[in-house]
């Protein structure tokens, strides 16, 4: 992609649920505004498009990142956020998720919905007359997937091209990414433990994307397979929320996935390690591996704050 990524697209009004919904160009324009919208911040210039709009902010689960970094963004872009747990709002004691939407659209200007299914940011969309952006669900992260091809964009200089290694749980992150490798021209490899592969329609609409805009996505089993020549190595926690009571069975079925100094001896020796965060230490990554030098994790953090306001600031 060429300089046709810097012009202006009108995503107004748009909502931001899957990388999926996307174009490539259109993802690609995000991540630019996101990292403008760093270098502004960073410069100390103002920038208030939001001026007087609210952001609600619905989470079903727990958040440090996605609650923080989606409450200061607004308040930075003029605005201001407002934090819904799902237990203090009556959709809690069974308000649909339809009438919900359409009381809170004629309140707010924009909603962000962290929840488990993934139909419920479906009907959440649905109802409402006004942006929802999915800050998590049981099947994807997109949110965290354009913070993360920002910050492999200003580390690495390009998308296209490059090996991503992803080692661990074929979950909602991994689908995102994957999303993301495929229309933006990576290779992303894949490493699960049988029975723990990302979801079959997940991966053929990745590939299918993969094969329209030159990306490739590969899935095996052995994490020295996908580690090999890999420029990005990636992994998420063995249990999501909500699966807590896996926790144990899970730790048997990863063992030999963990990402450590051993393994990243078949990385690329300039790969970045990346995490979506929270981390277990000791579990899906190694001590040494999170806080040695090739890790970018709260680069990464810090890219949901710009990435999540070049989503709000374009469409709402
Ligand atoms: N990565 C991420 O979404 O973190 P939180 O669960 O803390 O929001
Ligand atoms: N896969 C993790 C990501 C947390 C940000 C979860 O869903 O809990």
Redesign the pocket.
Same mark, same amino acid.
């Given at each position: 992609m060429g300089n046709e990524t810097q012009m202006e697209l009108d995503l107004r009004g748009r909502d931001f649920l899957a990388m999926a919904d996307y174009a490539p160009e259109e993802i690609r324009y995000l991540i630019d505004q996101a990292i403008e919208l760093k270098r502004k911040q960073k410069a100390g210039e103002v920038y208030q498009p939001l001026k007087g709009k609210t952001l609600g902010m619905i989470f079903e689960?727990?958040? #440090?990142? #996605?609650?923080v970094s989606f409450e200061v963004g607004i308040y930075q872009l003029g605005g201001q956020g407002l934090f819904l747990s799902k237990n203090d709002i009556q959709m809690g004691r069974g308000e649909t998720i339809w009438d919900t939407a359409q009381v809170m659209s004629r309140y707010l200007d924009g909603i962000m919905i962290?929840t488990f299914a993934h139909r419920n940011v479906i009907e959440l969309a649905r109802g409402a007359t006004v942006p929802v952006i999915n800050?998590?669900s049981d099947q994807s992260?997109p949110?965290?997937a354009l913070a993360d091809y920002q910050t492999i964009l200003e580390k690495k200089g390009k998308l296209a091209g490059l090996k991503i290694a992803y080692i661990g749980d074929g979950n909602n992150v991994a689908h995102s990414l994957m999303m993301g490798a495929a229309k933006l021209g990576l290779h992303i490899a894949v490493a699960t433990p049988e029975g723990y592969e990302p979801n079959p329609v997940e991966t053929k609409m990745a590939r299918d994307n993969a094969a329209k805009y030159g990306g490739q996505v590969t899935i095996c089993r052995d994490p020295r397979e996908a580690a090999e020549d890999a420029d990005v190595v990636y992994t998420d926690v063995w249990a999501s929320?909500g699966q807590e009571a896996e926790q144990r069975e899970r730790e048997v079925a990863f063992k030999g996935y963990q990402v450590n100094e051993a393994l990243m001896k078949h990385a690329k020796p300039d790969y970045v390690f990346m995490h979506?965060?929270?981390a277990h230490r000791g579990e899906e990554v190694s001590e040494g591996v999170m806080d040695g030098e090739h890790s970018i994790v709260f680069d990464q953090?810090e890219n949901?704050l710009h990435a999540q306001k070049a989503i709000m600031a374009a469409t709402m």
């Open positions: 689960k727990s958040s #440090t990142r #996605t609650r962290r800050g998590l992260h949110c965290q929320m979506c965060l929270p953090a949901r």
